[in-house]
């Protein structure tokens, strides 16, 4: 079945860095896009970053272009974020995300915390 396993998230003071990693099984990941969600205390879920299937093309919320940068390494069926310049507003729970054949499939996500 198919199954994405966030991991990376953590308590980071303003102005770290941090690198979210997303472990996908269960379908050929080199075929799908993907994305990455997050959804902040007493926030609406938002988009923060997709990548296409090859890498090729990627595209950013504006709240974290400059700041955030999305890759993937289809061997290892993995999707990354790496995250800069973090600010007390990214705190929330970051969530990678793929659709396959209309069914959307989410990992249980992991928080970050951007706190000094």
């Known amino acids: 079945q198919v199954q994405l396993v966030e991991s990376g998230g953590g308590l980071v003071q303003p102005g770290g860095s941090l690198r979210l990693s997303c472990a996908a099984s269960g379908f050929t990941f080199s075929n799908y896009a993907m994305t990455w969600y997050r959804q902040g205390p007493g926030k609406e879920r938002e988009l923060v970053a997709f990548?296409?299937?090859?890498?090729?093309?990627?595209n950013y919320a504006e709240s974290v272009k400059g700041r955030f940068t999305i890759s993937r390494d289809n061997a290892k069926n993995t999707v990354f974020l790496q995250m800069n310049s973090l600010k007390p507003e990214d705190t929330a729970v970051y969530c990678c995300?793929?659709?396959?054949?209309?069914?959307?499939?989410w990992g249980q996500g992991t928080q970050v915390t951007v706190s000094s």
């Open positions: 990548i296409s299937s090859s890498g090729g093309s990627t």
């Open positions: 995300n793929v659709v396959l054949r209309g069914v959307r499939y």
